[in-house]
């Protein structure tokens, strides 16, 4: 059963560039063994999902291990705060660079925390279109208040994602009823062409320790 692993670490600015080349010699080590289906160093945003927001001292790297064992750690000392998550697929659907870093298992829905993790390649003349839908789906989440959101990328503009944290499945249902800006924005999605990939995926937690924006994840 895969196993994903988060670390999630915030700098002092005069430490982005040290983080960012121990992240970079990391991804290298986790790229080389067999067993890791995706590693990934990601830039990071606040709640609002848009280049303007980028939080540039904070930054993440995510890995997917086939054989169900955690990544080993990253965060270097002198981080102003960090966080690790190990996570479960629950179920995923899509394609992170042609193939399922998330191989279907066969867990229920989590009784407790819901992780829910989005990523897409855009195509480069929907770009305005799609970041014009942005402001309405963050007022969305603003509502709903999800216990943690960010966004992610991996190059500027075209290659992004979002992680949030729910209380519960059930949350995640409500927020996908409830929320107009959302909601409009998928049933626009086939229509409009967005994506030249995407990948929709939720996880449970299997342990999470530090914090994220001030919330203790233990």
């Known amino acids: 059963m895969p196993l994903l692993t988060l670390e999630v670490c ?8 040290r983080l960012v080349a121990t992240g970079r010699r990391a991804l290298r080590q986790r790229r080389a063994d067999p067993a890791v289906l995706l590693a990934k160093l990601l830039a990071t945003t606040g709640p609002r999902f ?5 939080r540039a001292t904070r930054w993440a790297l995510l890995t997917s291990r086939a054989d169900g064992e955690p990544a080993g750690q990253w965060t270097p000392a002198g981080a102003i705060e960090s966080a690790i998550l190990h996570l479960r697929p629950i179920a995923s659907r899509g394609r992170w660079d042609g193939r399922d870093p998330f191989p279907r298992t066969d ?19 929907r770009v305005r279109t799609f970041y014009a839908e942005i402001p309405s789906i963050a007022n969305d989440i603003d509502t709903a208040n999800p216990q943690i959101a960010f966004g992610f990328g991996e190059a500027p503009l075209l290659r992004q994602g979002t992680f949030s944290l729910w209380q ?3 949350a995640i249902t409500s927020f996908r ?3 107009p800006g959302h909601s409009g924005a998928m049933r626009r999605t086939a229509q409009i062409g967005w994506y030249a990939e995407e990948l929709f995926a939720r ?3 299997v342990d999470a320790v530090g914090s994220i924006d001030g919330v203790a994840l233990s």
Request: glycine letters at 2%; a positive charge.
């Open 10 to 17: 915030r700098v002092p600015a005069r430490d982005v560039a």
């Open 168 to 170: 519960s499945a059930a």
């Open 177 to 179: 009823r409830d929320a």
């Open 107 to 125: 867990l229920d829905d989590a009784a407790g925390p819901v992780v829910v993790l989005t990523r897409a390649t855009l195509r480069a003349r």
């Open 203 to 205: 996880l449970s937690i």
């Open 50 to 54: 848009v280049p303007r927001d980028v």
